[in-house]
């Protein structure tokens, strides 16, 4: 359950199916730029791709990147991750399969690496619909792994004490230590379970200029000063300060990054790559 070439980073792909992000200025891309987005990650050797049935046509747009970029060659699979519609009706099983048969498709793949329930909350409707139809997808070998997208630490806890449970998804930032404090990373690798974290920029907050944050964002305004402060005084970018933090602290996990260019993809992979040796 790791990542090619060594490299934690995941490409998030919510961006290639909707705007996306706090600090997203340029909205949703042309399928050439995504195509170009997905290309550079392949090349820097990412084969861990994010989506979900809720960030627009984000699977279709994603299955077309793959399927250009990797041509003729199917030798080198990509590792795709998808969440279910939260919107779905869990306790119809046919409904599920119905619904991951429609992600396989748009994302011209035969299998998933990993299918995810999006909310937390989800979590209470597991039971017979559900539990048949994740069995039925891993016998059918459709999906390889089950999980959930969580946002709370106790929630975090009850899925990977889950049996049928085999990774979860959680924010974890330089500003959301919340995995930290509650053990959570030590409580995965005791359960032998995958860990992705999320939100290491906090969707672009972490770098963008205090002054100038959007009306709505004005309450972090002195916190991102301090932080940018910090980070100078360390003699670090705030980007590679937050890589680092997420990086050395989670050593285990796989970290989801979205980028809106090839350009950010590029400058991530070398952060990524630094990350480690940063003192």
Same mark, same amino acid.
């Given at each position: 359950?790791?990542?090619?070439?060594?490299?934690?980073?995941?490409?998030?792909?919510?961006?290639?199916?909707?705007?996306?992000?706090?600090?997203?200025?340029?909205?949703?891309?042309?399928?050439?730029?995504?195509?170009?987005?997905?290309?550079?990650?392949?090349?820097?050797?990412?084969?861990?791709? #994010?989506?979900?049935?809720?960030?627009?046509?984000?699977?279709?747009?994603?299955?077309?990147?793959? #399927?250009?970029?990797?041509?003729?060659?199917?030798?080198?699979?990509?590792?795709?991750?998808?969440?279910?519609?939260?919107?779905?009706?869990?306790?119809?099983?046919?409904?599920?399969?119905?619904?991951?048969?429609?992600?396989?498709?748009?994302?011209?793949?035969?299998?998933?690496?990993?299918? @995810?329930?999006?909310?937390?909350?989800?979590?209470?409707?597991?039971?017979?619909?559900?539990?048949?139809?994740?069995?039925?997808?891993?016998?059918?070998?459709?999906?390889?792994?089950?999980?959930?997208?969580?946002?709370?630490?106790?929630?975090?806890?009850?899925?990977?004490? @889950?049996?049928? @449970?085999?990774?979860?998804?959680?924010?974890?930032?330089?500003?959301?230590?919340?995995?930290?404090?509650?053990?959570?990373?030590?409580?995965?690798?005791?359960?032998?379970?995958?860990?992705?974290?999320?939100?290491?920029?906090?969707?672009?907050?972490?770098?963008?200029?205090?002054?100038?944050?959007?009306?709505?964002?004005?309450?972090?305004?002195?916190?991102?000063?301090?932080?940018?402060?910090?980070?100078?005084?360390?003699?670090?970018?705030?980007?590679?300060?937050?890589?680092?933090?997420?990086?050395?602290?989670?050593?285990?996990?796989?970290?989801?990054?979205?980028?809106?260019?090839?350009?950010?993809?590029?400058?991530?992979?070398?952060?990524?790559?630094?990350?480690?040796?940063?003192?």
């Amino acid at each position: 359950m790791t990542a090619s070439a060594n490299l934690p980073m995941v490409l998030g792909t919510a961006q290639l199916g909707m705007p996306y992000g706090i600090a997203n200025k340029d909205g949703k891309p042309s399928l050439k730029g995504a195509i170009e987005i997905v290309a550079e990650a392949w090349g820097s050797g990412i084969r861990f791709f #994010d989506t979900a049935r809720a960030y627009g046509d984000s699977e279709r747009v994603l299955g077309q990147c793959l #399927d250009e970029i990797r041509g003729s060659d199917k030798r080198a699979e990509p590792a795709v991750i998808t969440k279910l519609d939260p919107g779905l009706e869990f306790s119809n099983a046919d409904h599920i399969l119905k619904e991951v048969k429609t992600s396989l498709e748009s994302l011209r793949v035969d299998a998933l690496w990993g299918l @995810m329930l999006h909310r937390e909350s989800i979590l209470d409707q597991w039971g017979q619909p559900l539990a048949k139809a994740v069995a039925k997808l891993k016998q059918a070998k459709k999906i390889r792994y089950f999980g959930v997208s969580v946002y709370s630490p106790e929630r975090a806890i009850q899925a990977l004490k @889950m049996e049928s @449970m085999d990774f979860i998804q959680v924010p974890f930032n330089v500003f959301d230590q919340r995995p930290l404090e509650n053990g959570l990373f030590q409580l995965a690798e005791k359960q032998g379970k995958k860990v992705f974290t999320r939100s290491v920029y906090l969707q672009g907050l972490l770098l963008m200029d205090p002054d100038f944050l959007p009306p709505h964002m004005g309450f972090a305004k002195e916190i991102l000063k301090d932080y940018i402060r910090f980070s100078s005084h360390c003699g670090l970018s705030p980007r590679l300060l937050a890589v680092a933090f997420a990086v050395q602290n989670a050593p285990f996990a796989n970290i989801v990054v979205g980028c809106e260019t090839p350009a950010q993809v590029r400058e991530n992979v070398n952060l990524f790559k630094r990350a480690k040796s940063v003192d």
